[in-house]
């Protein structure tokens, strides 16, 4: 029983380990613009011993431990912060930004900090191309991007309209697979995207020249930290303990 009991703290130790790996991620991008918390959940093990018998109230099964069960995003609103800047563009609301990837699939994201490359072309801060793509034309003297996503430009002290933002939601956004620099792709489980124009059919607002911030609980993240680490601690002892009854096992033998 104590081979058995081993290997259910090391289930334990694994688990906490990566409880700390996801803790450590959410912390170390509390300040990364659009960034989605990860949430983590754990799922117990196969048990051993029989069930209890018909009119037996209790049985004498023995559990084999604890595995990730699964680790979610927390896709709540952050805080939008004004930055002043034309293209920064936040998302008061349900949606991404659909960008096209350097091998022509399309990505999503929250982070709003745009930019114009040397084509002329609106790019997320990876140069990632923004879709359905808007090029800003040379001698461009001001843009206003409306609430429901309009482009408008001075240029050459006439105005015209550039093209039209749209926004991608998720019938299952825990689905999304992320790839980095808080950018999703769709997985098997994300649902069929839909793109709507910001606001209609429930779809979120556009705030241009603001950001929308990292929606980390500092405090939360605090608490699941010490979880984690003591999860880690008492698995760890739990080791220790059961290696010392086997080399006592071990110490009976002639």
């Known amino acids: 029983m104590a081979l058995i009991a081993a290997y259910t703290s090391a289930s334990g130790i694994q688990a906490a380990s990566t409880y700390l790996d996801v803790v450590a991620n ?4 509390s300040n990364t613009t659009g960034y989605k918390t990860s949430q983590i959940s754990f799922q117990d093990l196969l048990y051993m011993g029989p069930q209890a018998a018909a009119g037996v109230p209790v049985g004498t099964q023995v559990g084999l431990g604890t595995e990730v069960d699964a680790i979610n995003g927390l896709f709540t609103q952050g805080p939008i912060i004004p930055t002043g800047q034309p293209l920064d563009v936040a998302i008061d609301g349900v949606g991404f930004f659909k960008v096209t990837l350097p091998d022509g699939s399309s990505g999503y994201t929250r982070a709003g900090t745009f930019s114009v490359n040397l084509l002329g072309q609106v790019v997320s801060d990876e140069g990632y191309i923004l879709d359905p793509p808007i090029t800003v034309p040379p001698g461009t003297s001001s843009l206003t991007i409306s609430s429901n996503g309009t482009v408008l ?30 950018t999703f792709v769709e997985g098997p ?10 606001g209609a059919n429930g779809m979120g607002l556009l705030t241009q020249g603001s950001l929308e911030q990292s929606n980390v609980d500092l405090t939360i993240e605090l608490v699941n930290l010490i979880i984690a680490q003591r999860a880690f601690q008492l698995n760890t002892q739990a080791l220790i303990v059961e290696n010392s009854v086997m080399a006592t096992a071990v110490g009976l033998i002639p």
């Open 189 to 198: 489980n994300s649902g069929e995207p839909v793109t709507e124009t910001p």
């Open 153 to 182: 430009a001075v240029v050459n002290n006439q105005t015209i309209q550039l093209g039209q933002i749209t926004l991608t939601r998720f019938p299952n956004p825990d689905g999304l697979v992320r790839i980095g620099n808080t």
């Open 26 to 29: 959410n912390v170390a991008n």
